[in-house]
C-alpha cells in the first residue's frame, strides 16, 4: 500500500514567513510523529500523536513551532514567523503504536532565506 | 538520558568487502533499537530492529545486527557489500516507555568498486 506521503517536498521561506507542512501517514496508524534533521545530522524527534491527541511536544524548538492532528490522519506543522536556524528537512513518521517500527515519508526540505 | 553513538562518521570500503557499522547507546533499561538507511533526497528506510529476544537480528538487504547488552552495543554488519549499500546508516533507541526515537548522527557509507 501507498507509505507516508509529504508535502511540499520543498519549500523556500522569507524570514519571517509562516509555513505550513502536511503529513499524510499510512492509514490505520494510530500514531504519528514529526522529526527536524538539520544538515548533516541525525533525526530529532519534535512531537507525537496519537490519534488526535498530541501526547509529547517536548522537541519543539519554541513556541513558533505548533503541530496538529484534528481528525486523527492528516498532520501539519506550522513554524511561524520563519528564521534561517530553522532550515532542515522535516521528517513525519507513523506506525500502528506502541511496540510498532515507525515508518518515514520522505520529508520536506525547508530553505530559509 | 538517551543518547545513541555512532563514533565512525565515515566509512569507505570495496565492493564486497565486509562491513561493521558501529553504535553504542546509553539507556537505563533494555530499549528497542533500530537500524535505518537513507539515500540521498530519501526518507528513512528500516533495515532492521531489536525488541526482545534473539540477540542477532537479521534484516533487509542482507544485513544483520547484534545486540550485546555488556557493551551497550547494536553494530550492523554485512558480509559482502554492494555498490548499492552507499548511503547514511543510523542508528536509533526507542524508550518503552515513550515511544521518541533518539537517532544517533549517522555513518556515511562509500562503496568503491
Known amino acids: 500500500g501507498a507509505g507516508v506521503s509529504q508535502s511540499p517536498r520543498y519549500k523556500v521561506a522569507k524570514r519571517g514567513q509562516d509555513v505550513a507542512l502536511r503529513c499524510d501517514p499510512i492509514?490505520?496508524?494510530?500514531?504519528l510523529f514529526w522529526y527536524q534533521q538539520a544538515l548533516g545530522q541525525g533525526p530529532e524527534f519534535l512531537t507525537y500523536?496519537?490519534?488526535?491527541?498530541?501526547?509529547?511536544k517536548s522537541g519543539l524548538p519554541s513556541d513558533r513551532f505548533f503541530a496538529e492532528r484534528p481528525e486523527g490522519s492528516v498532520s501539519t506543522l506550522k513554524i511561524q514567523r520563519t528564521q534561517q536556524e530553522d532550515s532542515a528537512v522535516y521528517l513525519c513518521?507513523?506506525?500502528?503504536?506502541?511496540?510498532?517500527?515507525?515508518?518515514f515519508g520522505p520529508g520536506t526540505r525547508l530553505t530559509v532565506t | 538520558a538517551q543518547s545513541v553513538t555512532q563514533p565512525d562518521i565515515h566509512i569507505t570500503v570495496s565492493e564486497g568487502a565486509s562491513l561493521e557499522l558501529r553504535c553504542n547507546y546509553s539507556y537505563g533499561a533494555t530499549p528497542y533499537l533500530f537500524w535505518y538507511v537513507q539515500s540521498p533526497g530519501q526518507g528513512l528506510q528500516l533495515l532492521l530492529k531489536y525488541f526482545s529476544g534473539d540477540t542477532l537480528v537479521q534484516g533487509i538487504k542482507g544485513f544483520e545486527a547484534e545486540f550485546k547488552r555488556s557493551q551497550s552495543s547494536f553494530n550492523l554488519r554485512k558480509p559482502s557489500v554492494h555498490w548499492s549499500d552507499a548511503a547514511e546508516y543510523f542508528c536509533a533507541v526507542g524508550a518503552r516507555n515513550t515511544d521518541k526515537l533518539i537517532f544517533g548522527t549517522g555513518t556515511r557509507l562509500q562503496v568503491f568498486p
Open positions: 492509514s490505520g496508524h494510530v500514531s
Open positions: 500523536f496519537q490519534n488526535e491527541a498530541q501526547l509529547d
Open positions: 513518521a507513523s506506525s500502528f503504536g506502541r511496540d510498532y517500527e515507525q515508518y
